[in-house]
C-alpha cells in the first residue's frame, strides 16, 4: 500500500518552465507521526516524495520538477522546493524557504527563511555548485562534492587541497558571502 494519495484537488502554478499543475496528497496510512488521513501538501508527481521512510510534503509546501523529498525529510508551511533539488535525511524546509536548482538539504538542516541556505555555483575545481545552509544547532553546513560538514571544517579542507590557488579564493569568498547572507539568530 502506498503512504499517500491524491485528493483530486489541483492547482495551477506559474514557473519560469510555464505553467505547472500541482496536486493535493493526502497520508493513506500511518508512517511516524503522519496519520492516516492527514492532508498533505502539493507535489507535481509521485517521483516528488518517496515512499521510503517518513518522508513528507504539508501544509501549502510545493514540491515539483525533479526535487525529491526522502528519508525522514518534511517541507511544509509556504516552503516550496523545485528543479533538481533534493530534501533528505533528518532536513527541515518551512516557513518560505525556497530551495531549487541542484540544492541538497539533508542531515540535520533546519531551513525555514530563504535567508537559511545559498547556494553558489558553478565554482571550484568540479565546475559545480556549493550549498551553505543553517544547520539546527545554528551554525553554517556547507555540502560541496563529496564534503558535507560545518563551514570551519570546509574551510580547512579548501586550504589544505587548494592553498591559496584560485579555487581556494573562490571558495573562500562563497564562504564569507554564506556568512554574511545566513541568518544564525
Known amino acids: 500500500m502506498k503512504k499517500y494519495e491524491f485528493t483530486g484537488e ?16 493526502k497520508a493513506s496510512m500511518e508512517f511516524g507521526v503522519i496519520k492516516a488521513g492527514d492532508i498533505g501538501g502539493w507535489i507535481e508527481k509521485e517521483a ?22 526522502s528519508g525522514d525529510a518534511e517541507v511544509w508551511g509556504d516552503a516550496k522546493v ?23 538539504v539533508w542531515g540535520d538542516a533546519e531551513v525555514n527563511n530563504p535567508k537559511h541556505i545559498l547556494v553558489i555555483g558553478a565554482i571550484g575545481s568540479r565546475n559545480d555548485f556549493t550549498t551553505f545552509y543553517r544547520n539546527k544547532h545554528n ?17 580547512k579542507k579548501v586550504q589544505e587541497t587548494h ?9 573562500k569568498a562563497a564562504a564569507e558571502l554564506a556568512k554574511l547572507q545566513i541568518d544564525l539568530s
Open 10 to 25: 489541483t492547482k495551477i502554478i506559474n514557473t519560469l518552465n510555464g505553467e505547472i499543475t500541482l496536486r493535493r496528497i
Open 48 to 69: 516528488n516524495i518517496s515512499e521510503n521512510g517518513n518522508a513528507w510534503v504539508c501544509g501549502n509546501a510545493e514540491v515539483w520538477g525533479d526535487a525529491k523529498v
Open 82 to 104: 523545485w528543479g533538481d533539488a533534493k530534501v533528505y535525511g533528518d532536513a527541515e524546509v518551512s516557513g518560505d524557504a525556497k530551495v531549487y536548482g541542484d540544492a541538497e
Open 139 to 155: 551554525g553554517i553546513t556547507v555540502k560541496c562534492g563529496c564534503f558535507n560538514g560545518e563551514i570551519k571544517e570546509f574551510l
Open 163 to 171: 592553498g591559496d590557488n584560485q579555487h581556494a579564493i573562490i571558495y
